[in-house]
Antibody
Framework: EVQLVESGGGLVQPGGSLRLSCVAS????????MHWVRQTPGKGLVWVSR????????TYAESVKGRFTVSRDNARNTLYLQMNTLRAEDTAVYYCVRDLSTLDYWGQGTLVTVSS | DVVMTQSPLSLPVALGQPASISCRSSQSLVHSNGNTYLNWFQQRPGQSPRRLIY???NRDSGVPDRFSGSGSGTDFTLEISRVEAEDVGVYYCMQSTHWPPYTFGQGTKLEIK
């Protein structure tokens, strides 16, 4: 059974940092690109970042470029999202998503709240 | 960026009746390889999104055959032949032809009338 379990969300002040993790199981993690997608009540679903199976090819949404860093540890079946210089508008539920013929399986999400 | 526009944004449907959701893209979603990467997701209340349809009309494993996708170019449709109670939720289209970024529609909220 495919499982994606995110963690690391929480309350952080503007300008602060947070690191999200996503542990994968039930499939060959290194064989799939992975994504982070966030969801806010006001703006729906917004794609954040994609990393290929090797970890060498990475793309970001313009809104997070230079502030967020995605990485993966295939030996630990884990995807990461390092978020720096956080802003109020980064407040959202962050989902880890597997790529199989594009985005397919989603984790349960972790809530990030940026507020003073 | 490709803008995805869904309609309607709210869809009340009686049980057993059909439902149809439209999704339009700001540019053609035909990839240079000839494929069209238009996908549909369902998000039930309190749950994560779940992919229903990929590449316009391919149903994912476990998706009931009352769900079907169609369309081409810039105009796409998700149809539910007979709505059931478990179909309540928000439906999103998403394009993965012209990335980055991948872009989603605003979502269509389906409710039982």
């Amino acid at each position: 059974e495919v499982q994606l379990v995110e963690s690391g969300g929480g309350l952080v002040q503007p300008g602060g940092s947070l690191r999200l993790s996503c542990v994968a199981s039930g499939f060959t993690f290194s064989g799939h690109p992975m994504h982070w997608v966030r969801q806010t009540p006001g703006k729906g679903l917004v794609w954040v970042s994609r990393i290929d199976g090797t970890g060498l090819h990475i793309t970001y949404a313009e809104s997070v470029k230079g502030r967020f860093t995605v990485s993966r540890d295939n030996a630990r079946n884990t995807l990461y999202l390092q978020m720096n210089t956080l802003r109020a508008e980064d407040t959202a539920v962050y989902y880890c998503v597997r790529d199989l013929s594009t985005l397919d399986y989603w984790g349960q999400g972790t809530l990030v709240t940026v507020s003073s | 960026d490709v803008v995805m526009t869904q309609s309607p944004l709210s869809l009340p449907v009686a049980l057993g009746q059909p439902a149809s959701i439209s999704c339009r893209s700001s540019q053609s979603l035909v990839h240079s390889n000839g494929n069209t990467y238009l996908n549909w997701f369902q998000q039930r209340p309190g749950q994560s999104p779940r992919r229903l349809i990929y590449e316009v009309s391919n149903r994912d494993s476990g998706v009931p055959d009352r769900f079907s996708g169609s369309g081409s170019g810039t105009d796409f449709t998700l149809e539910i032949s007979r709505v059931e109670a478990e179909d309540v939720g928000v439906y999103y289209c998403m394009q993965s032809t012209h990335w980055p970024p991948y872009t989603f529609g605003q979502g269509t909220k389906l409710e039982i009338k």
